[in-house]
């Protein structure tokens, strides 16, 4: 394990959610980072402390110079002194506990992250088929982010908006009881309507808010998205509405909410603004000072540091809200990263051999909806196996048990003899390769990219692996040829990221192969490249075919029909053609189609031999 690495397994987050009690998200993302947190917090409150003892120095400056009593000099001296010394102090711990808090922002966001991304890579494949992209970059940016206030502000706002005040009325106390609680009426007045502004009414308004919000980003990721189907069925205006419609259900929302807090919000900012409390503060101490209750001389601490008392309350609400957003980021973070891994075997075993076995396999995504129920099938070694069967049948979620996006939920696939769940991950996608649907390609040279399972393969590997799957003579036209960055010096054409993905699989030597044919051809222009493609792929290879082309059918050693989620028939194609069921069906059904008529009048004739 790098050095990195042991710091985040025995520092970070992981080991937080083995120690603390489950509760507050936020105290267990931030539960290993609780000692420098506190030391962030400690140094804070010397810098509030020292920020306080320059306008003390002013006012018992203000007192002295002021009193009818003579100045005493090495007194003043020692206030100013006080009051310099102060200034340094805060200088000084106010730099080091920003310094201290943002690096250990840095820390946690890079920990978080790292330790996000290692959850990610180890959560079953068929996982990410239930959350969409946005949801996760939302946690791992967004949400992550959102800490940030939590490690390298708040705790200073939080602190300084306790501390300063706290220590301002020990004084002021000290100089005059009732001008303090002249003073303190701003600040209770000011508490309490901020409180109601944060109760739980308002909280649930925010919610609806925020909630608002998010429609209008997902209908207007979804308005994008979908903009070119739209416009090709003529519906763009359909997809339009749907936005204008979120904008303008949150336009209402805003209009309410903003009218539920504007007049509160108002009065406490008048409550707590300087001109509110120094009007207050002259008229209280001119009545007292009038009547004999309070020298004149005492009203001037509190004309300087009544502001110190109401200007954190503000701060105060502001931290707690920031408080708030990083508590809901840190559930989501939580969330990702208690999403179950894919087990790995304790003791992995290699298989021996490459035929592919389905032991009464059955799967659901949602407990008690089963999409498979019980099937058995034996792939010998180098044999295609074809899936066919209506929509909704069950053949994509099959053919990903094989290499293991899933685990089935009873029974087991096994491979060369050993159940997939005992094989190591590394070793079962050396030795079963997928061409499914949604070919990614990454930000990465195209050599990268065909060699991302073998990253040591040496170049002539890569060019043999690319002249196979057809693709070589297009890549040596773009304009650094094999070290072209795909997104920058050439977007690839569907068919053309396919042949890639099929050389990345060619690259691999995977003695298994599992395709899903419609995906395949989804490229008519090029189909005939990505078939000659498809077709070195497979050679000699164990196959499972998600089977579309009559072609593809007709020369499968064995047809698998699959309805409702079982199999209905099995055989070959000439057996299945003369029990004349299901499958003789779905033959003459294809038979029909303008493409199967045009492309495969031949392998029909073979295939009813
Ligand atoms: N990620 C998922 N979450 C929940 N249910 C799913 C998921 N993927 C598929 N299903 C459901 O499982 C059943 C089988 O779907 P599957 O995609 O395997 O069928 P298929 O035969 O491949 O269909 P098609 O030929 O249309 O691609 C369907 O009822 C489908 O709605």
């Given at each position: 394990m790098t050095t990195e690495e042991d710091f985040i397994y025995r520092g970070g987050a992981r080991a937080a959610f083995a120690g603390t009690a489950?509760?507050?998200?936020?105290?267990?993302?931030?539960?290993?980072?609780?000692?420098?947190?506190?030391?962030?917090?400690?140094?804070?409150?010397?810098?509030?402390?020292?920020?306080?003892?320059?306008?003390?120095?002013?006012?018992?400056?203000?007192?002295?110079?002021?009193?009818?009593?003579?100045?005493?000099?090495?007194?003043?001296?020692t206030v100013v002194a006080v009051g310099a010394?102060?200034?340094?102090?805060?200088?000084?711990?106010?730099?080091?506990?920003?310094?201290?808090?943002?690096?250990?922002?840095g820390e946690l966001q890079l920990s978080l992250r790292r330790l996000l991304g290692e959850r990610l890579g180890r959560v079953p494949l068929g996982w990410y088929a239930r959350r969409d992209s946005g949801e996760l970059g939302q946690v791992v940016q967004k949400d992550v982010a959102a800490l940030h206030p939590l490690t390298a502000r708040t705790p200073g706002e939080i602190t300084?908006?306790?501390?300063?005040?706290?220590?301002?009325?020990?004084?002021?106390?000290?100089?005059?009881?009732?001008?303090t609680l002249i003073a303190l009426i701003p600040v209770l007045l000011g508490l309490a309507l901020n409180l109601k502004l944060m109760s739980d009414t308002r909280r649930s308004d925010r919610l609806a808010l925020d909630e608002a919000m998010g429609r209008i980003a997902r209908s207007a990721v979804e308005f994008v998205q979908g903009i070119s189907v739209m416009k090709t069925f003529g519906a763009s205006g359909r997809a339009h509405r749907a936005f204008t419609k979120a904008a303008d259900d949150f336009a209402d929302y805003f209009t309410g909410w903003v009218l539920g807090v504007a007049g509160l919000g108002a009065l406490a900012s008048l409550v707590l603004s300087p001109l509110f409390v120094l009007v207050l503060l002259l008229t209280g101490g001119t009545a007292l000072?009038?009547?004999?209750?309070?020298?004149?001389?005492?009203?001037?601490?509190?004309?300087?540091l009544a502001l110190a008392l109401t200007a954190p309350v503000a701060a105060l609400c502001h931290g707690f809200d920031d408080v708030r957003a990083a508590r809901t980021a840190a559930g989501r973070i939580r969330a990702l990263l208690e999403a179950p891994p894919l087990p790995e075997p304790a003791r992995p075993l290699p298989p021996r051999g490459s035929q592919v076995e389905l032991r009464d396999v059955h799967f659901s995504y949602e407990p008690g909806h089963e999409v498979l129920r019980g099937i058995s099938l034996k792939l010998p070694p180098g044999t295609v196996t074809a899936l066919v069967g209506p929509s909704g049948s069950g053949k994509s979620t099959l053919a990903q048990l094989v290499p293991r996006f899933c685990d089935p939920t009873h029974g087991s696939v096994l491979l060369g003899g050993v159940d997939l769940r005992d094989i190591a991950t590394r070793d079962l996608y050396r030795r079963v390769s997928f061409v499914f649907q949604d070919v990614r390609l990454l930000r990465a040279s195209v050599a990268e990219n065909i060699a991302l399972a073998v990253p040591h393969a040496g170049r002539d590997d890569i060019v043999r692996a690319a002249r196979r799957a057809r693709i070589h003579d297009r890549i040596l036209q773009l304009p650094r040829g094999y070290d072209s960055v795909i997104g920058e010096d050439v977007t690839f054409s569907e068919g053309e990221a396919q042949r890639v993905s099929i050389a990345r699989a060619l690259l691999i030597e995977a003695p298994v192969v599992v395709l899903d044919e419609a995906t395949a051809f989804a490229d008519p222009r090029r189909e005939h490249e990505v078939r000659r493609a498809l077709d070195t792929l497979r050679e000699n290879r164990t196959q499972l075919v998600i089977a579309h082309r009559l072609e593809t059918i007709a020369e499968?050693?064995?047809?698998?029909?699959?309805?409702?989620?079982?199999?209905?028939?099995?055989?070959?194609?000439?057996?299945?053609?003369?029990?004349?069921g299901q499958f003789a069906a779905i033959w003459q059904s294809q038979l029909g189609m303008p493409d199967a008529a045009s492309h495969d009048r031949d392998t029909i004739a073979r295939g009813g031999e």
């Open positions: 489950r509760g507050n998200p936020l105290t267990e993302v931030l539960w290993p980072y609780r000692i420098r947190l506190s030391a962030v917090l400690l140094l804070k409150t010397i810098s509030a402390l020292g920020g306080l003892a320059p306008l003390i120095a002013v006012v018992e400056l203000g007192r002295a110079l002021l009193s009818p009593e003579p100045v005493e000099e090495s007194h003043v001296w010394g102060g200034l340094l102090v805060r200088v000084l711990f106010e730099s080091l506990s920003s310094g201290l808090g943002h690096l250990f922002d300084s908006a306790v501390v300063v005040p706290l220590m301002s009325l020990v004084y002021l106390f000290a100089v005059n009881v009732w001008l000072i009038t009547s004999g209750t309070a020298p004149a001389s005492d009203l001037l601490p509190f004309l300087l499968a050693d064995t047809v698998v029909v699959l309805d409702d989620g079982a199999v209905s028939e099995i055989g070959t194609p000439a057996e299945l053609l003369a029990a004349d």
